[in-house]
């Protein structure tokens, strides 16, 4: 018998993998619009913010649908 992994537990992990992943990318964003940074554009910010979360959004639902490990792993990009 080989190794079972509960597929329920490792989406958990999974997810708390994608969001760390999410916030290493806000973090520079979130410098600019929480500081108020001079000469930097909010506009162009809150897009950048925005992309970031359509593309974690999207892994986020191919966690959410996957059935085994492999689908996991394919949709964390590892």
Same mark, same amino acid.
């Given at each position: 018998m080989g190794? +079972? %992994?509960d597929? *329920?537990?490792?989406?958990?992990?999974?997810h @708390? &993998? /994608? /969001?760390?992943? /999410?916030?290493?990318e806000f973090?520079?964003?979130?410098?600019v619009?929480m500081k108020?940074?001079?000469?930097?554009? &909010? *506009? @162009?910010? @809150?897009?950048?913010r925005?992309? %970031? /979360?359509?593309k974690?959004?999207? %892994?986020q639902?191919?966690?959410?649908?996957?059935? *085994?490990?492999? @689908?996991i792993?394919a949709?964390?990009? +590892?």
């Open positions: 190794i +079972v %992994i597929v *329920t537990k490792a989406k958990a992990i999974a @708390e &993998m /994608r /969001r760390a992943k /999410r916030e290493e973090a520079p964003l979130d410098a619009i108020q940074i001079p000469g930097k554009d &909010m *506009t @162009e910010a @809150e897009a950048a925005q992309a %970031i /979360r359509d974690y959004a999207v %892994i639902q191919d966690i959410n649908a996957a059935q *085994t490990p492999e @689908e792993k949709a964390l990009g +590892v």
